[in-house]
């Protein structure tokens, strides 16, 4: 798998996706469904994606117990998906389970899609995950951790900040999966985001994949910010 620049399809009607999708016409794309998405249109969103011959990661954020996220996780490995997610809070038990579900559910000769574990949502700042998680090691520190708890559960990677990626690498070595969504230029809105990192400093940092949302699907011509963006994440001139 080449390093992606995953787009983060967090649109509210199909009428939407279809009209963006639309202008990237010639373009393999990764493409992520999340929760909006998902919910309103299920499955079939995940053929219609594959047939137009995108790479797809579902993030649903699997957070329960390990019996419900095995059994679930059995239910997403039948569709083709290249990447899913689980919350690494968890728990070891509940992250192992997440891949025996997946490997139960891959079908026979069938690659068993990528396992990536949340570590802290590039929304939480430091201060809120002490006030109000109640974690009181520092956020490094936490999604270090998390990310080795994370491997040694046979998960293939995290979803982390760039900002966090060395720390990951030095924990978990350096081929260990990181996607790294809260991805914006410095003209970009920052939204709900907080640990936050241009698409060239991610490089720098040693990012695995991207996930990029609203700058590109809020912008006016959404194909030139994804191709800027993706010039800028392959650290093109
Ligand atoms: O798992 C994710 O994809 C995810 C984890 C995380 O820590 N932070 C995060 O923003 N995401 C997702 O990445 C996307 C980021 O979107 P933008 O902030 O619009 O670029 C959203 O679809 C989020 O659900």
């Known amino acids: ?48 994606l ?10 649903l954020k699997l957070h329960d117990i390990p019996n419900t996220v095995q059994r679930s996780m059995r ?5 083709d998906i290249d990447i ?22 891959t079908k026979p000769g069938k690659k068993r899609p990528l396992l990536i574990a949340v570590t802290q949502l590039t929304s939480t700042d430091e201060e809120t995950m002490h006030n109000e998680l109640l974690i009181h090691h520092s956020l490094n520190e936490v999604v270090s951790s998390y990310a080795r708890f994370a491997k040694e559960s046979g998960v293939d990677g995290v979803v982390c900040s760039a900002k966090e990626v060395p720390y990951i690498h030095q924990s978990c070595g350096s081929d260990f999966y990181t996607v790294c969504p809260g991805i914006r230029r410095p003209e970009d ?34 194909y030139e910010v994804y191709r800027a963006m993706k010039k800028d994440w392959e650290g093109v001139k």
């Open 75 to 79: 239910e997403l490995a039948s569709l």
């Open 84 to 105: 899913v997610n689980v919350h690494a809070a968890g728990g070891k038990k509940m992250m192992n389970a997440a891949v025996e579900g997946l490997e139960q559910g």
């Open 189 to 222: 809105e920052v939204g709900d985001q907080k640990r936050i990192v241009t698409p060239g400093k991610a490089r720098e940092l040693g990012c695995f994949g991207i996930v990029v949302g609203r700058s590109i699907t809020n912008a006016e011509n959404p």
């Open 50 to 59: 594959k047939g137009e011959g995108h790479q797809i990661f579902l993030d």
């Open 1 to 48: 798998m080449q390093r992606p620049l995953i787009m983060a399809l967090d649109l509210d009607n199909r009428t939407k996706r279809l009209a963006l999708l639309e202008q990237f016409k010639d373009e393999q794309l990764f493409v992520k469904v999340g929760m909006e998405l998902f919910y309103r249109e299920g499955r079939q969103v995940i053929e219609e």
